[in-house]
């Protein structure tokens, strides 16, 4: 008997943003990229790697011509790639985001000249030091191939991206379970910033299908509520010292995305305001947020979920 003809699949619209979320169904590794410039040293996320050739050995990866450091990563002669392993989500975030200069993702953390003298990250492995063999253009990216002339090999449990959220092999294995009187379950700060993590890692991780840094995500989230805020506020609601924060606003501002207007009580004090393409920004964030918190919460009661939000607001305003 004839089998029936499969049914066609309808195919989604191409655009950018269908065919980043199509891509995103496959599991790629993570690396970080680093390169020295003119003086400056410069690293980012990526998980563009892939290998090309044996003889010569031959890497490649491809950056966005975007990217704050792009010009820094076509003009350097030589790279470095860095493998992440499942415990370094906090690092591929770091280097991820696109606040403040190359050389701030490098702030407190050791490091040093390898052999062609891009910066090599103590602590990691793999690692793969690369002459820039070749440069070719990839339409909205730059495709870098690199001979790897030398390289540190390890065994580890990698650390995956996928669907725009940082996964770790076996990451669904029950963890050992503590006693319910240990530090870890009863010390007050240290649940919190475990729950920190738990809520916003992966959400944090899928901001860049936005073009979004988690600095400029938490300045637009906090603008498409209230309008009018001083630098001090934002800096404040936005988890920010206020130096760091006059310094995003300018990038932003120069996006686009705010605005500074006078404050009618005080002309000699801006306040910060949604731009019209600043608020088409996060408009779809937003609600992303939304439809991944009420995934974190659904294991709870109604009842639940207000009590933890209630007590967390009078601890956050009674010791503001």
């Known amino acids: 008997m004839a089998g029936r003809p499969a049914r066609a699949l309808a195919a989604d619209p191409l655009t950018p943003e269908a065919f980043r979320r199509a891509l995103g169904q496959f599991p790629t590794g993570v690396t970080i990229v680093t390169a020295e410039h003119g003086g400056r040293v410069v690293g980012m996320t990526a998980n563009s790697f892939t290998s090309v050739s044996l003889d010569p050995p031959l890497i490649l990866w491809c950056v966005a011509k975007g990217a704050p450091s792009y010009r820094a990563f076509v003009q350097a002669d030589a790279f470095a790639i860095h493998f992440l392993g499942a415990g370094h989500q906090d690092l591929a975030l770091r280097f991820a985001g696109k606040g403040g200069s190359g050389s701030d993702k490098f702030t407190d953390l050791a490091h040093a000249p390898g052999e062609t003298g891009a910066p090599i990250l103590e602590g990691l492995a793999p690692i793969f030091e690369c002459r820039t063999w070749a440069r070719y253009d990839g339409g909205d990216h730059t495709i870098l191939v690199g001979e790897v002339v030398h390289f540190i090999s390890k065994p580890h449990e990698p ?58 995500w938490r300045v637009l989230a906090c603008l498409s509520d209230v309008e009018g805020l001083s630098v001090g506020e934002l800096a404040a609601m936005a ?28 002309r000699r004090r801006a306040l910060i305001h949604l731009t019209p393409q600043g608020r088409a920004r996060v408009a779809p964030v937003v609600p992303a947020a939304m439809a991944h918190e009420a995934q974190l919460l659904a294991p709870f009661t109604e009842e639940e979920r207000a009590t933890i939000k209630h007590a967390l607001d009078l601890l956050i305003s009674r010791r503001s």
Not at 165 to 184: K, M, N, T, W, Y
Not at 240 to 265: F, G, I, N, S, Y
């Open 159 to 216: 650390l995956l991206f996928h669907s725009g959220v940082l996964r770790a092999i076996g990451s669904e294995r029950p963890q050992r379970e503590l006693p319910h009187d240990s530090f870890a379950r009863t010390y007050l700060a240290y649940l919190l910033a475990r729950a920190s993590h738990v809520v916003s890692s992966e959400f944090h991780a899928s901001l860049k299908q936005w073009g979004l840094s988690v600095p400029e």
């Open 239 to 266: 988890l920010m010292k206020q130096p760091r924060m006059t310094k995003l606003l300018d990038r932003m501002a120069a996006q686009k995305l705010v605005e500074r207007r006078p404050d009618p009580k005080d």
